[in-house]
């Protein structure tokens, strides 16, 4: 699903460069749950924006779904954004005094679906992350993990393969995180390809396999035998 090849990214600033990622290679299949974990500074958001096809690498070749994203049009790309990732962010990144079904609806509608299919599927969405008795509450009236559950939701909306956050649980207390974590790990069930930051050790042990970046390296990329499944709680 997605192949990374001797990717580098160095930011250049007036006279200063930085390298954020240095010559980095791995391979994620279809249906994997990948934590990516390393310090602050460590290169983890950069290699999120690559992945999602945000940012360019300064060098190296990053081909997703058979395709190499650096040889794409802006329209394909878009297309991609839009259809082939979901991205769920540490901030959630949700409108405010907007209901979560219309924070589902909106890349629906973006996308020129028709009005009623818009609806059933986010409530579908929105049931799937717990939320069915909630799709008229505005953000401002969910806490942090229902936030983070309409944010999920919302990613979902094109259905994407891959689903890429960014310390999702970062702004949650443990229980709540699990229960974000649950919700990663059925949807890697269902088959998406879910890649997640995290520099928390409680969250990367839920993931099969864990990639440790250390000032834009891999020092360790391995699968975790001992990865523990979270049981979601019932609402
Ligand atoms: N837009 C930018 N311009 C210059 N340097 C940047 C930029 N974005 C990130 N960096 C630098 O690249 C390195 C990696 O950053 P980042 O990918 O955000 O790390 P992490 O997400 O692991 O904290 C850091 O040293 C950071 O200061
Ligand atoms: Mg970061």
Request: glycine letters at 8%.
């Amino acid at each position: 699903m997605i192949k990374v090849d001797n990717i580098s990214k160095i930011y250049s600033n007036d006279s200063v460069e930085t390298i954020a990622l240095s010559n980095i290679s791995f391979g994620i299949e279809k249906g994997e749950f990948v934590a990516i974990m390393g310090p602050s500074g460590s290169g983890k958001s950069t290699l999120m924006h690559i992945l999602g096809a945000l940012d360019t690498p300064t060098s190296g070749t990053y081909i997703l779904d058979g395709k190499e994203v650096g040889k794409l049009s802006d329209d394909e790309l878009a297309v991609i954004r839009n259809k082939k990732i979901g991205f769920v962010f540490q901030a959630y990144n949700l409108l405010p005094r907007t209901t979560a079904l219309k924070n589902v609806m909106l890349p629906m509608m973006y996308a020129g679906m028709p009005r009623e299919k818009r609806v059933n599927r986010a409530i579908e969405l929105l049931e799937m992350v717990g939320l069915g008795n909630r799709i008229n509450h505005t953000s401002n009236q969910l806490s942090g993990g229902q936030q983070q559950r309409v944010a999920i939701a919302r990613s979902l909306a094109m259905n994407p393969a891959i689903i890429l956050a960014d310390e999702p649980t970062g702004n949650l207390a443990t229980v709540q995180g699990e229960e974000i974590i649950a919700i990663f790990q059925e949807l890697s069930d269902r088959g998406h390809t879910v890649v997640v930051i995290t520099h928390e050790p409680p969250i990367a042990e839920h993931a099969r396999r864990i990639i440790y970046l250390r000032d834009g390296e891999i020092v360790e990329d391995s699968t975790n035998h001992k990865h523990r499944r979270v049981k979601r709680g019932d609402e």
